[in-house]
């Protein structure tokens, strides 16, 4: 028997198999459109962020079951995933609109194609003012906003607007940042001069920067500052941005992963007009201030402890009303309507001037 004689037969199967997993998937789609007349009929959002995870675990332990590679099917599942969310948006009428601060290519809209899928339209505003707005006018439905970076810290503008904003947190992701210099195709290395970036990315790239000894022009974005040296045509200057910044404006990326530290990520929070209903693996932001008097901060933080509430951040921020005053940041582990988090919350109004509820959600992995 010859190679082709022998090779039909499997072939025969593999064509058989792919016929199946098509139709298999055209089932999923299907009952997908029924799931989004059940949830408009009790007006739900489709998007089910916590639902999704759950099916990504549900598969990967079936692939675990039955010896493929876990990583391999939860792309392929993402990407099945995705097909039902735009069937799903089709049936609506509309695509979900996520606004963030930058031009196409920023971290932010990297932040939410990972955490919304590819299917989602983006929107672009000039600052993160702006961003808020666009959620309180409607405009878009939810916004991604920066928050903190493991090596540079807080972003301070967001929790300011946070403070004065309606909008709660939805939901939060994690995003491991890896910075690129680029420039125009023409441009050599030897031949940069000045790097621009936002000043969080400048930052981040220190002493890489300390090395190239070129002039640093801070911006007011990663990817704005790539469309920028492009549209401009400036062949003796680059810009730190991401990989996927590079692809979109047509640039070449003369050299990857310039941060200073690997271990890169910024946080990043979701914002909505309300925040995620408990899920059972929640997180909970808040603002407060305190009463002037000794121990006060004890006696708040006291009232987490004595419930066994793990905090997962403090933050301090001066109140912008009165010199040496402070309101403080908090996230901990729980939904604000979990019973243990909603009596803590009560025991804390007791030693606070004011306690505002920033939202609940699904903890970022």
Not at 87 to 98: A, F, N
Not at 101 to 126: D, M, R
Not at 296 to 309: G, H, P
Request: aromatic letters at 10%; a positive charge.
């Amino acid at each position: 028997m010859g190679y082709e004689e022998e090779i039909k037969k499997p072939r025969i199967e593999i064509n058989k198999l792919n016929e199946e997993i098509v139709e298999k998937i055209t089932q999923r789609v299907e009952v997908a459109k029924e799931v989004v007349k059940i949830k408009n009929k009790y007006g739900k959002s489709i998007f089910d962020k916590s639902r999704e995870e759950k099916v990504l675990e549900q598969v990967k332990d079936l692939a675990i079951k039955y010896k493929i590679s876990p990583e391999n099917i939860e792309r392929i599942f993402k990407e099945i995933i995705a097909l039902c969310k735009k069937v799903e948006e089709d049936i609506e009428g509309k695509r979900l609109k996520v606004a963030f601060q930058g031009e196409k290519g920023a971290y932010s809209e990297e932040a939410i194609f990972q955490f919304f899928g590819n299917s989602v339209e983006t929107l672009p505003c000039k600052d993160l003012k702006e961003t808020f707005k666009s959620v309180e006018e409607r405009k878009a439905d939810f916004a991604m906003v920066p928050v903190e970076n493991s090596l540079e810290g807080s972003i301070t503008q967001t929790y300011d607007l946070l403070l004065d904003s309606k909008l709660k947190v939805w939901g939060e992701i994690n995003l491991k940042i890896i910075h690129c210099l680029i420039a125009n195709p023409e441009t050599k290395l030897e031949n940069v001069k000045r790097v621009y970036s936002h000043p969080q990315a400048l930052g981040q790239c220190k002493y890489f920067l300390e090395k190239l000894k070129c002039e640093l022009i801070p911006t007011y974005d990663t990817a704005g500052s790539v469309k920028m040296i492009k549209e401009n045509k400036l062949l003796d200057s680059a810009a730190i941005a991401s990989s996927r910044a590079a692809k979109i404006y047509g640039m070449k990326i003369l050299l990857e992963g310039i941060e200073d530290n690997s271990n890169n990520f910024t946080r990043f929070f979701v914002l909505s007009q309300k925040d995620y209903e408990p899920t059972g693996k929640d997180k909970t932001s808040i603002i407060f201030s305190l009463k002037h008097k000794p121990g006060t901060l004890f006696s708040a933080l006291k009232v987490f402890a004595d419930k066994k509430i793990n905090l997962t951040k403090i933050e301090s921020r001066p109140t912008r009303q009165n010199p040496w005053e402070y309101n403080f940041y908090l996230d901990f582990e729980g939904h604000r309507e979990d019973k243990i988090c909603k009596e803590a919350l009560e025991k804390l109004e007791e030693y606070a001037i004011f306690v505002k509820i920033l939202g609940s959600y699904p903890k970022a992995k």
